[in-house]
């Protein structure tokens, strides 16, 4: 390589390790709160070898014993926030190496927008700090921290943190401004989250769930919404609990259409309107990832039409549709 090339080589690289490192100190500021990790007089910490939030809710931790091989009589994790605590039962893990890894697989649950009766810690709003309690055979407690492992920048076809599949909230893993691992949980807002939408020879059927809902479910009606013009065509949802089903209205949508028409689906209470989308996903590009294709659906009136049910690049749930057209009616 002549040292032309050589000393380009050099600086692409070098150019490419300040990249990294900006980014890494961005998504660190980002993930950091302004909060401490351990209150009153400082604690020893440890640095785990694992920590994450898998699927929006399954909390994952490994870290190394802080005695040593010296295997605790029981150790747990307690997460703590504004008096209240939760904790987790630690497993003990021995290492081909001789030492001792303390582990934990558990899910999280919203206190407000889960199940009480479902198994794993129920957190709500705010930031829980990880404490680990190791006890010795003699009954005596000691407290640990657990220090903030090293900022990743993630991207990558998935999302680093999506939000839970059964409350909506997210339990996101940050840093505290002392360096400390911290878990924030933030519940879910008002939202009508898309399940699935049947393509029929007749018909789309929309499938939902609402999300903290703000009034009781009759007061919801559905509605598709035409982008461009603000037109309304209303539809009358079908409730179970806080799932809602129902039928496009495509003859209504379409009537008096030469061209085709792009509708958003949305709920509406009062003069709120909540659009149907797919949040509940670690997916990036749900457009990219969710494709369907287009159909031809014929309505209750005789007529055809050419219909594309989809999600947007924001998750979105659209209908676009367009009457097919004789060669005399083109004339």
């Given amino acids: 390589m002549s040292e032309a090339l050589l000393s380009h080589a050099v600086a692409a690289v070098t150019r490419a390790r300040r990249t990294v490192g900006r980014v890494r100190r961005r998504v660190e500021q980002i993930n950091?709160?302004?909060a401490l990790g351990t209150r009153a007089r400082p604690r020893p910490t440890v640095r785990p070898v694992h920590l994450s939030v898998l699927s929006g809710r399954t909390l994952n931790l490994a870290v190394p014993c802080p005695q040593g091989s010296a295997s605790p009589a029981e150790a747990r994790l307690v997460?703590?926030?504004?008096?209240?605590?939760q904790s987790v039962l630690l497993e003990q893990e021995p290492q081909p190496d001789g030492t001792l890894l303390l582990t934990a697989t558990a899910p999280l649950r919203h206190a407000r927008h889960d199940d009480r009766a479902a198994a794993g810690p129920q957190l709500d709003d705010g930031v829980w700090r990880l404490t680990i309690v190791a006890v010795n055979r003699a009954g005596q407690e000691t407290r640990y921290g657990i220090a903030a492992p090293?900022?990743?920048a993630a991207d990558g076809p998935t999302l680093p943190c999506p939000p839970s599949a059964t409350s909506g909230a997210t339990f996101r893993p940050v840093r505290s401004?002392?360096?400390h691992a911290m878990i924030k949980v933030a519940g879910p807002r008002e939202q009508a989250e898309l399940i699935r939408f049947d393509l029929r020879w007749d018909r789309i059927t929309v499938h939902g769930r609402l999300l903290a809902a703000g009034s009781p479910y009759a007061d919801y009606t559905a509605e598709a919404v035409r982008r461009g013009s603000g037109a309304v065509v209303a539809a009358t949802p079908v409730w179970d609990g806080d799932r809602?089903?129902?039928d496009?209205?495509?003859?209504t949508m379409a009537r008096g259409a030469r061209t085709q028409r792009m509708w958003d689906l949305q709920l509406r209470r009062g003069r709120t309107r909540i659009k149907i989308a797919r949040r509940l996903t670690d997916v990036r590009h749900p457009k990219k990832v969710f494709r369907t294709p287009f159909r031809t659906v014929a309505t209750e009136d005789g007529a055809l039409l050419r219909v594309h049910a989809h999600l947007s690049a924001a998750g979105t749930f659209a209908v676009s549709c367009a009457p097919f057209t004789t060669t005399e009616e083109t004339a």
């Fill in 32 to 34: 950091t709160v302004p």
């Fill in 79 to 85: 997460l703590e926030h504004r008096g209240r605590q």
């Fill in 150 to 152: 090293d900022a990743r």
């Fill in 177 to 179: 401004v002392d360096g």
């Fill in 244 to 246: 809602f089903t129902f």
């Fill in 248 to 251: 496009v209205p495509l003859a």
